[in-house]
């Protein structure tokens, strides 16, 4: 199956992506730190990006000529800045906002499907007539904006045509379906809630649905509070345990009667547990897990504690944010997570190496999807494609047999 990545950043959903089983016929990055980091991994020979057709530049100045239409899949996640909590939330009025070329490039190529991942602020009431728009411009993207039409305007009028039904027997739709998620409940040791848009070709009847949560927070409580499991796992001596808060006594109490049938969420101690002390001599002979020194906590930045999931990692327009991602040592001091402890949060494997200084490594972390969480959406994709194509097949098939019958 055939795939074109957007917005590929350092590869954290690209990698998601190959890793389902997709070939990609293009990846496309503007960011140079970003490339390089991708042309490095090529040059080490990684075997994910190792056959990546990069194209370093702008998407609304790619040449997609080359790329044949109904390609299975298009992946990207559009810049979140203008959308982000953190940002300065212009929306439509920001520059960075790329979602009207995405629909472009959708409207170009015709994918069998899309998968598009943006920031949770996305979904903030004070953007709510926007992300309607964002969706319907995805479900109708024959249906563009008309010269010194406003955006507003140009959404009462593909809300008029989804109305009217029209396009949807005529001409190139998609069933559209956006899902808040959080990583941590697919197995990601990070708090990091997500927007994803799936955009299925109606032509196609491609029955899909986002996977089920596999991890819970509840069944983290059960494996540390009353099993015990975590820490007998992490061999922490109960001496060393630390007391439950008093806020999770009563669900304690619950989950003493009842066994979650999920898996328990990952923590940071679960991602960084082989990880030598980045302050040890032994730390400079891994890769990308360096000290670095100047964490400090202030009101609303406190670091991620050592046994839950981490905070969502933050990109900052310049690196690593005051007060953010950071982790909290088990004597209440506080020390930046390093580059290579950043990538286990999000999911890069050990042997995925980054370009540029520090905080610039940092950033396209920050930026990233997180590899296992892309998988196993892209995955759900390239199942329900494969399902689609077989109902396809088998209804070919019934009608020649019919036909021979005849």
Not at 228 to 251: F, I, Q, S, T
Not at 274 to 284: G, N, W
Not at 287 to 294: A, C, L, M, N
């Amino acid at each position: 199956m055939r795939a074109v990545e957007l917005f590929a950043g350092a590869g954290g959903l690209a990698m998601g992506v190959s890793l389902a089983g997709f070939k990609s016929l293009a990846v496309v990055e503007w960011d140079k730190w970003a490339c390089d980091t991708v042309r490095e991994n090529q040059r080490r020979g990684y075997p994910l990006v190792n056959g990546w057709p990069l194209h370093e530049g702008d998407v609304r100045d790619t040449d997609w000529s080359a790329i044949p239409r109904d390609i299975e899949l298009l992946a990207g996640g559009p810049p979140c800045q203008p959308f982000s909590m953190g940002g300065k939330h212009k929306a439509h009025d920001d520059k960075r906002d790329m979602f009207p070329a995405t629909v472009q490039i959708v409207r170009t190529l015709r994918p069998k499907t899309f998968i598009v991942e943006n920031v949770k602020g996305l979904t903030r009431s004070s953007f709510a007539n926007y992300f309607e728009y964002i969706k319907l411009q995805l479900e109708f993207p024959e249906v563009p904006r008309r010269a010194h039409e406003s955006w507003f305007d140009h959404l009462m009028r593909l809300q008029t045509e989804k109305t009217s039904g029209r396009m949807h027997e005529t001409g190139l739709t998609y069933n559209v379906t956006a899902t808040l998620v959080n990583a941590a409940d697919y197995g990601v040791p990070q708090k990091r809630e997500r927007v994803f848009i799936i955009g299925t070709r109606s032509d196609l009847g491609i029955d899909w649905h986002f996977p089920e949560a596999t991890h819970s927070e509840d069944a983290l409580i059960h494996a540390q509070w009353v099993t015990g499991e975590y820490w007998d796992r992490h061999k922490v001596a109960k001496r060393d345990r630390p007391l439950p808060p008093k806020k999770l006594l009563r669900r304690i109490q619950a989950l003493t009667l009842k066994k979650p049938t999920a898996l328990p969420w990952r923590t940071v101690r679960d991602a960084i547990a082989d990880l030598p002390d980045p302050r040890t001599r032994v730390a400079s002979t891994i890769r990308d897990h360096k000290f670095q020194d100047g964490a400090k906590v202030y009101p609303g930045h406190t670091g991620s504690p050592l046994d839950q999931p981490a905070k969502t990692i933050k990109a900052g327009d310049h690196g690593v944010p005051g007060g953010e991602n950071m982790m909290v040592l088990p004597d209440g001091k506080v020390r930046y997570f390093t580059a290579r402890e950043t990538a286990r949060i999000q999911t890069f494997p050990d042997g995925y190496v980054f370009h540029g200084s520090w905080t610039e490594t940092m950033r396209q972390l920050g930026n990233a999807v997180p590899v296992a969480l892309g998988r196993i959406v892209a995955s759900s994709v390239a199942q329900a494609l494969v399902e689609s194509e077989l109902r396809r097949l088998d209804a070919q098939q019934s009608q020649k047999s019919k036909k021979a019958a005849a």
